[in-house]
């Protein structure tokens, strides 16, 4: 029941009620929220606390299958004839709201307040984030190559929801089939004269909101504020195919493209995936483990999150489900053990929002949160530079993540 930003859903069903694929299963009345839809017919058989990869424990609806339940399957050919002027701003805001349409490459903010228009901040320009800079997924990049008419459909009906005048994709030079897929389509179609290719250098973390607004714009976007202050508006790859779901198809936010990789997966491969899965469900479909698999991580090697529940759910922004072995991991890396910080400034050289994450970290261990708030702890992406290149071993970013959550049970306080 929290799939997002902002307030968790509640559940509106109860035990043993039977619920059909596309059925809301959870909603909240706070503004920044987003429903929840089952994606299957079914009983729900429970409604009870499961592992969560961010939150630990959360509340969950368990749902039996039906015996007759049908699979979803995607429809990329039914956006063949899409004609963007046969829907208005309203109908287009009203979908992606009924759908329950979050970012899905990121934190998860819900999209009908992210797009919707705002008067104090008008948005005049839309940046696709379709980078996906961290190595092993390519949920994404399948999306941009086999469903590009979706793809292009649901970003021209977010740059007529939230008013853009202009839109630029911006993907990485490693990804010159998609690069040319997308470029074809768009020469092809009308309504596309405002939207062009931006190939952008593959390194990590361009991706990143502020980096690709940089690299894309030559603009960078100050600590403490939000793209939207200054006119922007990002969005991903699957936000977008998924609006273009909901749109043209009217169909609910209740099946993702996710990649299950890793040298610890005997069958790795992309699948179009019931969100809810859980993740020792997919590991099963791709044939089980290898023997000397050792960590399970649900998102990227970088911003992942290792996980010891494999009952656990995939959600809206799960985009990856990685199963690692010793030797992809590095044996020195694997046995390491944690060791004084030497103050080297590695973390510093590496971290791309110029902080010092050794000292905001050092902070969160001392737990004197008031000092690393002034080294500004709310501006780290939490992209995993710092912990890659820490000769230590020191699990930099975890702390900076602790030290957030320790931040938000203090504000509730």
């Known amino acids: 029941m929290s799939q997002h930003i902002g307030a968790p859903c509640k559940p509106t069903v109860a035990k043993r009620q039977e619920v059909k694929a596309g059925d809301v299963i959870g909603d909240s009345d706070a503004f920044v929220s987003a429903k929840i839809h089952s994606p299957v017919d079914g009983v729900v058989k429970d ?15 368990i749902i ?28 287009i805001l009203e979908a992606i709201t009924t759908a329950g349409i979050v970012g899905m490459g990121g934190a998860g903010f819900p999209t009908n307040v992210k797009v919707a228009p705002n008067e104090k901040m008008p948005k005049h320009t839309m940046i696709v984030n379709a980078c996906e800079c961290e190595p092993y997924i390519t949920c994404d990049y399948r999306v941009m190559l086999e469903w590009t008419k979706q793809f292009i459909a649901g970003v021209k009906l977010i740059q007529k929801a939230s ?29 596309s004269e405002s939207i062009d ?11 990143g909101e502020r980096q690709l607004i940089n690299a894309v714009m030559g603009k960078v976007v100050p600590t403490g504020v939000i793209p939207p202050m200054i006119g922007l508006l990002v969005c991903n790859v699957a936000t977008a195919a998924a609006t273009a779901e909901a749109v043209v198809l009217g169909q609910a936010l209740t099946h993702r493209a996710l990649t299950v990789s890793g040298k610890g997966i005997k069958n790795p491969g992309n699948f ?31 911003m992942g999150f290792s ?7 995939t959600t809206k922004t799960s985009g990856s489900i990685l199963v690692l072995t010793k030797k992809e991991i590095g044996k020195a890396n694997y046995l390491a053990r944690q060791t004084n910080c030497i103050k080297c400034g590695r973390c510093v050289g590496v971290c791309p929002e110029n902080l010092i ?52 049970r203090n504000n509730r306080k």
């Open 47 to 61: 409604i009870a606390n499961r592992s969560h990869p961010v939150l630990g424990r959360e509340l969950a609806v």
């Open 64 to 91: 039996d299958v039906s015996e007759d339940n049908t699979a979803k399957l995607p429809k990329p050919e039914s956006f063949e004839s899409f004609n963007l002027q046969d829907y208005s701003q309203e109908q």
């Open 163 to 191: 008013g853009c005048k202009t839109v630029h994709i911006g993907i990485e030079n490693n990804k010159p089939k998609a690069i040319a897929a997308i470029k074809e389509v768009l020469s092809s179609t009308s309504d």
């Open 197 to 207: 290719v931006v190939t952008l250098k593959t390194k990590y973390p361009q991706g």
């Open 272 to 302: 179009y995936c019931p969100i809810g899965t859980s993740v020792s469900d997919l590991i099963d479909h791709c044939g089980g483990l290898t023997d000397d698999a050792v960590k399970v991580v649900l998102g990227g090697p970088m």
């Open 307 to 313: 996980i010891a529940d494999m009952e656990t759910p």
């Open 357 to 408: 994450p050794c000292d905001i970290a050092s902070s969160v261990r001392a737990r004197d949160l008031d000092r690393a708030n002034r080294f500004n702890m709310s501006a780290c992406m939490e992209c995993g530079c710092c912990s890659y290149v820490c000769p230590a071993n020191i699990e930099i970013t975890g702390l900076i993540k602790t030290g957030k959550i320790l931040n938000a």
